[in-house]
């Protein structure tokens, strides 16, 4: 199975289920990093009929590419740990922090 990046879709609305906002809120994840996650992250088998989005380095790089050193400084850390769960159509059932790796 080949790995998607959501931006490689041309995903114009970032579809996120009402429980993925509140918990994205309640672990301190702000919308942004959601939506970084979603366009750049990695998604991989996940339970059942999910898939777990994170980034990779290729993902890291394009990010930093993108919004540049100092704002990548700010918030490589949350983004180096969010994850999000997502249906296979890619809307965002929940997001939360790794404390330890998802993937061997």
């Known amino acids: 199975m080949s790995h998607v ?12 289920s009402r429980h993925a906002r509140i918990r ?6 702000p ?8 366009e750049y992250g990695r ?11 994170l980034l990779d380095k290729e993902g890291h790089r ?9 704002l990548y ?8 740990r969010a994850y999000l769960v997502c249906t296979r159509e890619g809307r965002i059932i929940t997001a939360g922090h790794r404390y330890k790796p998802i993937l061997h």
């Open 62 to 70: 394009e990010v930093r590419a993108e919004i540049g050193d100092r």
């Open 5 to 16: 990046r959501h931006k490689d879709c041309h995903v114009r609305r970032m579809p996120c």
């Open 24 to 29: 994205g809120q309640q672990r301190g994840l």
């Open 43 to 53: 998604c991989y088998p996940g339970p059942g009929n999910a898939e777990i989005c």
């Open 31 to 38: 919308e942004d990093v959601l939506r970084i996650v979603y």
């Open 73 to 80: 400084r700010r918030i490589a850390d949350k983004l180096s």
